[in-house]
């Protein structure tokens, strides 16, 4: 298999997913400017353009971060990423799975739109990724994963965009519980392999520089 991201993306949580089943991979970075991969056009992959992507063995290409980790979970249920077929656990995961793709991953990335001015940004945040933030963390003082004592693949993907804040500007010191989950989870092999992997530094994600 291949998993196609660049440094940074939110290609890192279908990584941590990967290390996390003890999956073999190889990893193709894509140039975001140029579309491109040490392969070529990354187009040829898969026309969105977006990482990120995971060419199977047979060739077949999964897009849609939420759905790779749908997959690798489904493929390896050994793996326990998530909760089996049915029951109402596997429900939840999966509401946390589109709670952090649709209302935070893609709040996260008009914060890192060039089509949205600095001013528009800031309003932004504060009238709408602030209550998200807050949830978040409500949920957190509670539970030390999503769904309790138990790792989810819902982890490595909430993990991953709540790495993003400090790149933006968005200063979330102030939520104890949310900082302590990222502490948690910089604790788990997959997670140090998979920065490792991308030359990302682990910590540095509660205020901006």
């Known amino acids: 298999m291949k998993l196609y991201y660049a440094p940074g993306s939110c290609g890192l949580s279908p990584q941590i997913a990967l290390r996390e089943a003890g999956l073999a991979f190889d990893l193709v970075q894509v140039d975001f400017k140029t579309k491109t991969t040490v392969e070529g056009d990354y187009h040829r992959i898969t026309p969105k353009g977006f990482v990120p992507a995971l060419q199977l063995d047979d060739g077949d290409v999964l897009t849609e971060g939420a759905v790779i980790l749908q997959w690798i979970a489904d493929r390896h249920p050994d793996s326990g990423l998530l909760p089996a077929f049915g029951t109402r656990e596997r429900y939840t995961a999966l509401e946390w799975l589109n ?52 790792f989810s693949a819902a982890d490595g993907y909430l993990y991953n ?49």
């Open 99 to 150: 709670f952090v793709a649709t209302d935070l991953h893609k709040g996260m990335a008009v914060m890192f739109s060039p089509l949205v001015d600095a001013t528009s940004k800031k309003r932004f945040a504060e009238g709408n990724l602030a209550e998200k933030f807050a949830y978040i963390d409500a949920h957190l003082a509670r539970n030390d994963y999503v769904l309790g004592e138990r």
């Open 161 to 209: 965009v709540l790495r993003w804040p400090p790149r933006v500007q968005i200063n979330v010191s102030g939520h104890a519980a949310m900082q302590a989950f990222m502490a948690r989870m910089e604790q788990r092999p997959s997670v140090q392999a998979a920065l490792q992997a991308e030359g990302r530094p682990a910590g540095s994600y509660a205020a901006p520089d």
